[in-house]
């Protein structure tokens, strides 16, 4: 049996300090505040303004590593792996095709400043487009007229000398056979002796 008298019994239990999780618990609450009003202010700022989407002004070059061969090792910079690589992301992109999706897509043009809405046209913008378009039907429409009738004209040039050399070849043989006039007598014992004419000496 344990003696009672004089000695202090320890007690094995973890003690709590009140004061300091009542301080811990207050800083929490201050802090939540804090956020809160940030989100509120955050939500009463007006929202960042990005440009609208446009069309690209560069050739995307797809094909200038074609069939080339490289050598890849642990050290190379990711923008000198194979594949792709997105400078505005700073990834790496395995083929073509994932690649146009990726620049097309929400997340690089979001990097470039742009949101995913188009610039919507007014009616006097799209009647420039119209007549701009139609400008340019015409001047190809009289190129390929221009073109047409150059071509056209020297079909006729051909067919002419064509025909012309045709006309010669015939007139030469209608005088090769006009000048070979049958001997009589063949043309007697033929039968053909009262048909042509004959020479009168």
């Not at 446009?54 to 190379?76: A, C, F, G, H, M």
Request: aromatic letters at 6%; hydrophobic letters at 25%.
């Amino acid at each position: 049996m344990a003696s009672t008298s004089g000695a202090k019994v320890e007690d094995h239990r973890r003690k709590w300090d009140r004061s300091e999780y009542e301080r811990l618990a207050i800083e929490r609450k201050l802090d939540e505040r804090q956020r809160i009003e940030e989100e509120v202010q955050k939500k009463k700022d007006p929202p960042v303004q990005r440009e609208m989407l446009k069309p690209r002004e560069y050739k995307v070059d797809l094909q200038s590593r074609l069939n080339k061969s490289q050598v890849i090792t642990k050290t190379t910079p990711s923008c000198h792996q194979g594949g792709y690589y997105c400078n505005v992301c700073d990834c790496v992109v395995k083929d073509s095709i994932n690649f146009l999706d990726h620049i097309n897509g929400k997340k690089h043009q979001k990097n470039l400043g742009m949101s995913m809405r188009v610039e919507r046209s007014s009616l006097d913008q799209v009647k420039q487009r119209f007549e701009s378009n139609k400008k340019k039907a015409d001047e190809k429409k009289k190129e390929y007229d221009f073109e047409e009738r150059v071509r056209e004209l020297k079909e006729e040039e051909e067919k002419h000398k064509a025909y012309k050399k045709n006309k010669r070849k015939r007139r030469a043989q209608d005088a090769d056979l006009d000048g070979d006039e049958m001997d009589p007598e063949m043309a007697a014992m033929m039968g053909f002796a009262g048909f042509g004419g004959s020479k009168k000496s």
